[in-house]
T-cell receptor
Framework: EAGVAQSPRYKIIEKRQSVAFWCNPI?????LYWYQQILGQGPKLLIQ????????DSQLPKDRFSAERLKGVDSTLKIQPAKLEDSAVYLC?????????????FGEGSRLTVL | QKEVEQNSGPLSVPEGAIASLNCTYS??????FFWYRQYSGKSPELIMS????GDKEDGRFTAQLNKASQYVSLLIRDSQPSDSATYLC??????????FGPGTRLSVLP
C-alpha cells in the first residue's frame, strides 16, 4: 500500500515570496490533515479536511495561508507571503475514519526555510 | 485549543533500563490517546494507542491511562539505543482531531 506522498521535500525561499506544498493521502482515507512542526516542538494542526470539506481551520493564519482539497483526494497548502517564522516542516497526514479517531499516517514532510 | 503537556527532556537512560514517559491533558472529554515515535528528521509513526483506563502492553512497550487524573504514560522496557527518538503524546480533541504534546526526547546510552 502506498503511503502519504508529499512534495517538495525541501524548499528555500526568501521572506515575502510564496510557496505551495502538495499532498496525496493514502487511497480511501477520508480525513486529511496539515500540521506545522517547528524545530523542537510537537506538530500543530493547521487545517483538517473530511473528504473535501474543511472540519477545522481555527489555527490556520488565513491572511497568508490557504489550503484546498479538490475532489476529496489530494491537497495543496499555500503560503503567501512567507515570513521568517514560517520556517518549519509541513506534515501531511491522513486517516481512514473521521478526525480524532484511529491512526494518523504521516508523509515524509516538506521542510521550508524562509530567509 | 486544549493542552497536552509532556515531561521535559531530554531523558537519558542506560541500555536495558526502563524509560518512563509522561503526558497530561486538559480535555476531560478526550477518549483516544496515542504515542508516536519520531526519529530525527523523520515523520512521526504510531507505536501505541489506548482508549480505556489501565495498562496496555505491546512487546517492550506499555501504555498506561488514568482518565480521572488526565494522565497517560508510556513505559519502554529493556531500552535499546534504537529507541532513541522523540516521543509524542497525541490526544483527541472533541473527537474531531488530535492535539500533540511538545514531545520528550529520549536517549538510550549503550
Amino acid at each position: 500500500e502506498a503511503g502519504v506522498a508529499q512534495s517538495p521535500r525541501y524548499k528555500i525561499i526568501e521572506k515575502r515570496q510564496s510557496v505551495a506544498f502538495w499532498c496525496n493521502p493514502i487511497s480511501g482515507h477520508a480525513t486529511l490533515y496539515w500540521y506545522q512542526q517547528i524545530l523542537g516542538q510537537g506538530p500543530k494542526l493547521l487545517i483538517q479536511f473530511q473528504n473535501n470539506g474543511v472540519v477545522d481551520d481555527s489555527q490556520l493564519p488565513k491572511d497568508r495561508f490557504s489550503a484546498e482539497r479538490l475532489k476529496g483526494v489530494d491537497s495543496t497548502l499555500k503560503i503567501q507571503p512567507a515570513k521568517l517564522e514560517d520556517s518549519a516542516v509541513y506534515l501531511c497526514a491522513s486517516s481512514l475514519g473521521r478526525g480524532g479517531t484511529g491512526e494518523l499516517f504521516f508523509g515524509e514532510g516538506s521542510r521550508l526555510t524562509v530567509l | 485549543q486544549k493542552e497536552v503537556e509532556q515531561n521535559s527532556g531530554p531523558l537519558s537512560v542506560p541500555e536495558g533500563a526502563i524509560a518512563s514517559l509522561n503526558c497530561t491533558y486538559s480535555d476531560r472529554g478526550s477518549q483516544s490517546f496515542f504515542w508516536y515515535r519520531q526519529y530525527s528528521g523523520k515523520s512521526p509513526e504510531l507505536i501505541m494507542s489506548i482508549y480505556s483506563n489501565g495498562d496496555k502492553e505491546d512487546g517492550r512497550f506499555t501504555a498506561q491511562l488514568n482518565k480521572a487524573s488526565q494522565y497517560v504514560s508510556l513505559l519502554i522496557r529493556d531500552s535499546q539505543p534504537s529507541d532513541s527518538a522523540t516521543y509524542l503524546c497525541a490526544v483527541d480533541e472533541y473527537g474531531q482531531n488530535f492535539v500533540f504534546g511538545p514531545g520528550t526526547r529520549l536517549s538510550v546510552l549503550p
